[in-house]
């Protein structure tokens, strides 16, 4: 089946400091990839959505400037937290969608995961 | 909030036993779907159940729709302790690109 990775799989950084994180399709090519963030024993929140070759669109009340969004390839997407604070403590998963994104059954394969704890 | 409902928030039961969860929506669907987490993992989509269907079994996961009451739910028979994770619906409101998911529920099966 469709495999994602993400790198990587957990990350300390000081307050202040950019991190980035990587998204990849192994074996597949994902037009389409989404950024979620959990918070401890809560649901995913969709942060952004990201297109290959074009902008990534955001969600509500999510800063653009704060969570930069790449996605330069058909299988990468990174996620870029800039100057990180202890409030963007906190788990990312990307996933990538199978599929031209026109059907409603597209499925969506999710990465493992990056746990980011900002000091 | 367009995000799903899921109750209970958090079920233990005995392994053997079945395990019963709901999720409630509250905008039009074309599928719904449910997915696994395990403790600090990535998701695993279980199930795909479309809206024109009532009822979908996939090994020891039986799956229900009820569109008039925007409401599915989630029956995992005979729960091992591997089953031991938390379960998410998720869905795509109005027909839109982006998945939504319920709040979770937490499902602890013990030996």
């Known amino acids: 089946g469709a495999v994602v990775s993400q790198h990587p799989s957990r990350v300390i950084c000081k307050s202040g400091t950019s991190v980035k994180i990587e998204c990849r399709s192994l074996?597949?090519?994902?037009?389409?990839m989404f950024w979620y963030r959990q918070f401890p024993k809560k649901s995913l929140m969709l942060m952004a959505t990201?297109?290959?070759?074009?902008?990534?669109?955001?969600e509500q009340g999510v800063e653009k400037d704060k969570f930069l969004i790449n996605h330069a390839s058909l299988t990468l997407s990174t996620l870029t937290v800039t100057s990180a604070h202890p409030e963007d403590s906190s788990f990312y998963i990307c996933?990538?969608?199978?599929?031209?994104?026109?059907?409603?059954?597209?499925?969506?394969?999710f990465g493992p995961g990056t746990r980011l704890t900002v000091l | 909030s367009q995000q799903g409902e899921e109750d209970p928030q958090a079920l233990s039961i005995q392994e053997g036993e079945n395990a019963t969860m709901n999720c409630s929506y509250k905008?039009?669907?074309?599928?719904l779907q449910w997915y696994r987490q395990n403790s600090g993992r990535g998701l695993v989509h279980l199930i795909l159940?479309?809206?024109?269907?009532r009822e979908k079994h996939s090994g020891r996961l039986r799956v229900t729709l009820d569109t008039s009451k925007k409401s599915s739910s989630l029956l995992i028979t005979a729960s091992r302790a591997a089953d031991t994770a938390s379960y998410f619906c998720?869905?795509?409101?109005?027909?839109?690109?982006?998945?939504?998911f319920g709040t979770g529920t937490q499902l602890k099966v013990e030996l």
């Open positions: 905008t039009s669907i074309n599928n």
């Open positions: 990201s297109n290959e070759g074009s902008k990534a669109t955001y």
């Open positions: 159940i479309r809206s024109n269907e």
């Open positions: 074996d597949f090519q994902a037009t389409t």
């Open positions: 996933s990538a969608r199978v599929g031209s994104g026109r059907s409603s059954t597209d499925t969506q394969y």
């Open positions: 998720a869905f795509r409101a109005g027909g839109g690109n982006k998945l939504t």
